[in-house]
């Protein structure tokens, strides 16, 4: 599944705030900010943007707001730090920066990428975590930063549905949800293997029930079967394959074989 680029990131908040960035530039280390007026610092750290490097933009944004607070640039180089921060593998600052942007400017017209960008600082982490511990030890780590980013993409969706940032979020949660629900998976799977077979049916049972549309749920069922068994529920192993057989037409389990 494919998400917006980093570079297409950039492209679409330029987009979005109508900056202009022009083709000036600036290679003086020392600068008299209190000579510049706020378009004027605004477009160097812009420029620093564009040449990728983020440290000194957001040093020149923070310049900005010294000189100019609150002012159009300001706001702008405010909503333009989120991104720095994001490209320069800060995602806690850039977190904090996107919280401080949405409550000083709410109605900003970048607001909307401000939240959007909650979401893709979560989501990297948290789908980061997700391939990381697949199997082994699963139990021990837990899923809160992805859980976050899909309420960050849901509130985004919620309150800018006409963005042009909610084909991407969408893509990002459908993702999410199923990452979580095969994250769930492995964990009941890795209880089924301990035969710790209460834990496995409560794992497996949440997964039903919080992600009720993604292909682990068959497997949860699976799972429900083979710990009913191992505990001799007959009557709750025969209704879960009963569950399992009307809803995919065929067996859980395929038939061994005579030897």
């Given at each position: ?36 007026n ?9 420029n620093?943007?564009q ?23 300001a706001?702008?180089?405010d ?14 600052l ?22 959007y ?9 948290g ?39 909610v ?17 769930q ?22 997964i ?40 995919y037409h065929k ?9």
């Amino acid at each position: 599944m494919n998400y917006l680029t980093k570079k297409t990131l950039l492209t679409l908040l330029t987009t979005s705030a109508g900056a202009l960035l022009l083709s000036a530039c600036s290679s003086t280390p020392k600068v008299d900010y209190g000579t510049l007026n706020a378009e004027q610092i605004y477009q160097r750290g812009a420029n620093h943007i564009q040449e990728e490097d983020y440290d000194l933009a957001v040093k020149e944004f923070q310049q900005l707001d010294a000189h100019y607070p609150f002012g159009p640039y300001a706001q702008q180089g405010d909503l333009d730090t989120i991104y720095a921060y994001y490209q320069d593998d800060k995602p806690d600052l850039a977190l904090l920066q996107a919280n401080r942007f949405i409550n000083l400017y709410p109605r900003n017209p970048g607001l909307s990428y401000a939240y959007y960008m909650k979401g893709v600082i979560n989501f990297d982490q948290g789908a980061s975590f997700l391939q990381r511990y697949f199997y082994y030890d699963i139990s021990e780590h837990d899923t809160t930063t992805a859980k976050q980013a899909y309420m960050d993409f849901n509130t985004f969706i919620h309150k800018f549905p006409n963005s042009p940032y909610v084909t991407d979020a969408k893509r990002r949660m459908i993702y999410l949800r199923n990452a979580l629900a095969q994250f769930q998976l492995n964990v009941a799977l890795y209880n089924l293997q301990k035969k710790a077979y209460i834990g496995a049916i409560t794992r497996a049972q949440d997964i039903i029930k919080e992600y009720p549309r993604t292909p682990a749920v068959e497997g949860a069922l699976k799972v429900m079967i083979q710990a009913y068994q191992a505990l001799d529920l007959t009557t709750l192993a025969n209704d879960t394959i009963a569950t399992y057989q009307v809803t995919y037409h065929k067996a859980p389990f395929a038939k061994k074989k005579p030897s």
